[in-house]
């Protein structure tokens, strides 16, 4: 089992920044990606972000290209999302995710989900 817990969201003007947090406990596999997913309201879960935990090149989703970064601290089992020139649309509910898998894609299904953080980018 792992446990996530997100931190960081929070309401911000357009073209800010916010960086969130994912704290990993439980038994992390170095086979395993974290990363991060987001929900606005009415639309479907979609993937932001995503990084291997034993390293190699992350990825991110084209929306959020050259404007989020995803990383992580193995020391402290943590994967964060830096998040810059903030738009409304990136308004959502943004979620942790881990799991196992050979190759990340924009079709990456987790096994393990944090409880959310609540990010509000006002115009």
């Known amino acids: 089992q792992v446990q996530l817990v997100e931190s960081g969201g929070g309401l911000v003007q357009t073209g800010g920044s916010l960086r969130l947090s994912c704290a990993a406990s439980g038994r992390i596999f170095s086979s395993y990606a974290m990363g991060w997913f987001r929900q606005a309201p009415g639309r479907e879960r979609e993937f932001v972000a995503a990084?291997?935990?034993?390293?190699?090149?992350?990825y991110c989703a084209d929306s959020v290209k050259g404007r989020f970064t995803v990383s992580r601290d193995n020391a402290k089992n943590t994967v964060y999302l830096q998040m810059n020139s903030l738009k409304p649309e990136d308004t959502a509910v943004y979620y942790c995710?881990?799991?196992?898998?050979?190759?990340?894609?924009?079709?990456?299904?987790?096994?393990?989900w944090g409880q959310g953080t609540q990010v509000t980018v006002s115009s």
């Open positions: 995710a881990a799991g196992a898998t050979l190759m990340i894609t924009s079709t990456w299904t987790p096994n393990y």
């Open positions: 990084c291997h935990w034993s390293g190699g090149s992350p």
